[in-house]
């Protein structure tokens, strides 16, 4: 109990730490109107039977560190992760349950990633950009863009290498 304990707690801290320094390494297309995080591509992590739930535990951490020291500080940890990232990758994760014990996860996966970016869009470009930093109300449609192009599109790309490299069977 105490060995696999470690492991989880070893992989939680080293999906954060990853998912925290791409953020980080790529702020200018990270924060801000136009948010393009390949960051994101980790998330597919969160859907892997065996790896989804230190994924998801490990994103949200990451995600948290990044929000506190990117340039909109606090208000996007308060707004960022707990109203968007913690329900959001919740959401993930227990669509990547039910797509597992149905056995079908890429058109499930792909469906779920597209309302997760909507969710996301709003209270992103909306909530956290405009309402509370007044950028453009357009914002929404950037940040949503910036989603698609890394959850569902990128992620239906990495899937099948993400099932190669940490195999698992529906079994």
Same mark, same amino acid.
């Given at each position: 109990?105490?060995?696999?304990?470690?492991?989880?707690?070893?992989?939680?801290?080293?999906? !954060? $730490?990853?998912?925290?320094?791409?953020?980080?390494?790529?702020?200018?297309?990270?924060?801000?109107?136009?948010?393009?995080?390949? %960051?994101?591509?980790?998330?597919?992590?969160?859907?892997?039977?065996?790896?989804?739930?230190? $994924?998801?535990?490990?994103?949200?951490?990451?995600?948290?560190? %990044?929000?506190?020291?990117?340039?909109?500080?606090?208000?996007?940890?308060?707004?960022? %992760?707990?109203?968007?990232? *913690?329900? !959001?990758?919740?959401?993930?994760?227990?669509?990547?349950? *039910?797509?597992?014990?149905?056995?079908?996860?890429?058109? *499930?996966?792909?469906? $779920?990633?597209?309302?997760?970016?909507?969710?996301? !869009?709003?209270?992103?470009?909306?909530?956290?950009?405009?309402?509370?930093?007044?950028?453009? $109300?357009?914002?929404?449609?950037?940040?949503?863009?910036?989603?698609?192009?890394?959850?569902?599109?990128?992620? %239906?790309?990495? *899937?099948?290498?993400?099932?190669?490299?940490?195999?698992?069977?529906?079994?």
């Amino acid at each position: 109990m105490k060995k696999k304990l470690g492991l989880e707690t070893i992989r939680i801290g080293v999906i !954060a $730490a990853l998912y925290c320094a791409l953020i980080l390494l790529l702020a200018p297309l990270s924060f801000g109107p136009i948010q393009f995080r390949p %960051s994101n591509l980790m998330m597919a992590l969160i859907f892997h039977p065996t790896l989804g739930l230190s $994924a998801a535990i490990g994103i949200s951490i990451g995600g948290i560190l %990044s929000n506190f020291f990117g340039p909109f500080g606090l208000p996007d940890v308060l707004i960022g %992760s707990v109203l968007c990232g *913690w329900p !959001a990758i919740t959401f993930l994760y227990f669509s990547g349950r *039910w797509a597992y014990r149905r056995k079908q996860d890429q058109p *499930w996966l792909a469906l $779920a990633f597209f309302i997760e970016c909507t969710y996301v !869009a709003f209270i992103i470009g909306y909530v956290l950009l405009h309402l509370a930093f007044d950028l453009p $109300a357009f914002s929404v449609v950037t940040v949503w863009v910036g989603e698609v192009v890394t959850k569902p599109i990128g992620i %239906s790309l990495l *899937w099948p290498v993400i099932r190669k490299v940490f195999p698992y069977s529906y079994d």
